[in-house]
């Protein structure tokens, strides 16, 4: 019941607040401006994705594989049997140690895979990042992932063993309010672990961008620049936060490789996504899916085939952790496709937005194609892959959008 009315409500919430009426970009524009890139450089970005393929999918096929073993088997139990072993099987050594344990060796599993990846981009002269480097950011996102899954494991246990007939209620709610303190506390405690943060110095860009966020109506204290070369070439800004969190971040490369009128544009997008509350919609939506997760997960422990698969006698013994893992790895990979059609709607809401804002089609134009090739972006990218695995319009979308803009067709 609960459960139903989660995903009803979820459901009735991107109905309403994702702009779906939004027309497509004309795909007539899409050709012209793909035909104006310089060829070399959208040849040079097919390449890259190219290469990058197959270690993107081996490492989807190898994450649901890994899960669906440890989870539908016992190998997950005896796992985080063995994890609990040294402290007398305590339910806290299993639950926290045995459920990192079981992510860990998913990642540990995986990481060639990430390593594959950078070797690609170091060759394509995208990242900037010594192996070292790079082996200090895989540890930082372990121990990262590490403090945030020991917070959710022992709450849930904890919640399971207090409450065992009614921990779906109390875990939903709980699911649900630590990814609203996660919105909240990610750009201040999580993004500083990665990058540096640096308030954009001032000058004329400084006071115009601010203007600028005056004029749209979005309070926004500061800019911030983030010391993003560390890591690569590729130029970008975002909006993370919420409430008194929220900030706007521009990477130092994009100041140093776009022109200020684009650094304009690209701030005209990140406000689209403020002023709509773009951020609050996909916490609220993230949130009632975490909540209906925890229910779905309740119903499914009365599912005794499966509870006997992974050889637990029920979803409170911390023994079932892989089997859990293993529904939610695969719910998010069916789920994705949805996130990112969502986000992609968003995404173009933010770039009409930027359009309508700076009212410079022209300018908005020149920062995506050197968004595009900066970043060895796949200009006009497969279409089935486009729609699986895409959270942006791509880029030949984005300059047809500003072409229909200028001719006043929206
Ligand atoms: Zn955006």
Request: hydrophobic share 55%.
């Amino acid at each position: 019941m609960a459960f139903g009315v989660l995903i009803v409500a979820m459901v009735v919430m991107a109905a309403l607040v994702v702009p779906w009426s939004r027309p497509p970009a004309p795909r007539a524009d899409q050709v012209d401006a793909l035909r104006e890139l310089p060829a070399d450089r959208v040849a040079r970005g097919k390449a890259l994705h190219d290469e990058l393929r197959p270690g993107s999918y081996f490492t989807l096929v190898l994450g649901l594989v890994f899960a669906l073993v440890l989870g539908l088997t016992p190998l997950g139990a005896k796992l985080v049997t063995l994890m609990g072993r040294p402290f007398g099987g305590h339910w806290i050594a299993q639950a926290v140690l045995g459920g990192l344990a079981v992510v860990l060796v998913g990642e540990v599993l995986a990481a060639p895979l990430a390593a594959w990846r950078h070797a690609i981009l170091v060759k394509y002269g995208l990242s900037t990042q010594t192996w070292a480097a790079w082996f200090v950011d895989l540890l930082k996102a372990f121990a990262v992932g590490a403090v945030i899954g020991s917070v959710a494991l022992l709450g849930f246990y904890t919640i399971a063993r207090l409450a065992p007939r009614w921990w779906w209620a109390f875990g939903a709610v709980g699911a649900a309010a630590l990814v609203v303190l996660l919105s909240f506390v990610l750009p201040v405690l999580v993004e500083p672990v990665f990058n540096k943060f640096t308030p954009m110095p001032e000058g004329p860009l400084r006071t115009e961008l601010l203007a600028l966020a005056e004029r749209d109506g979005v309070p926004v204290k500061d800019v911030l620049v983030a010391d993003a070369s560390r890591r690569t070439r590729a130029v970008n800004a975002y909006v993370s936060g919420l409430g008194p969190t929220r900030r706007i971040v521009v990477y130092d490369t994009l100041l140093r490789e776009a022109e200020p009128p684009e650094v304009v544009s690209v701030v005209a997008h990140e406000l689209g996504h403020a002023k709509d509350g773009d951020v609050t919609t996909g916490t609220l939506i993230t949130a009632l899916g975490a909540a209906a997760a925890v229910c779905g997960l309740y119903l499914l422990g009365s599912w005794t085939g499966l509870l006997r698969r992974a050889g637990v006698e029920s979803l409170a013994d911390p023994r079932g952790i892989a089997l859990m893992i293993a529904v939610i790895t695969v719910v998010g990979v069916l789920a994705t496709p949805v996130q990112n059609l969502i986000s992609r709607r968003i995404e173009a809401r933010a770039d009409a937005h930027a359009l309508a804002l700076t009212g410079d089609a022209d300018t908005f134009e020149a920062m995506e194609r050197r968004l595009a090739l900066v970043n060895l972006a796949d200009v006009d990218p497969n279409p089935v892959e486009h729609v699986l695995f895409a959270t942006h319009p791509s880029t030949v979308e984005r300059i047809a959008a500003a072409r229909a803009y200028r001719r006043g067709d929206r």
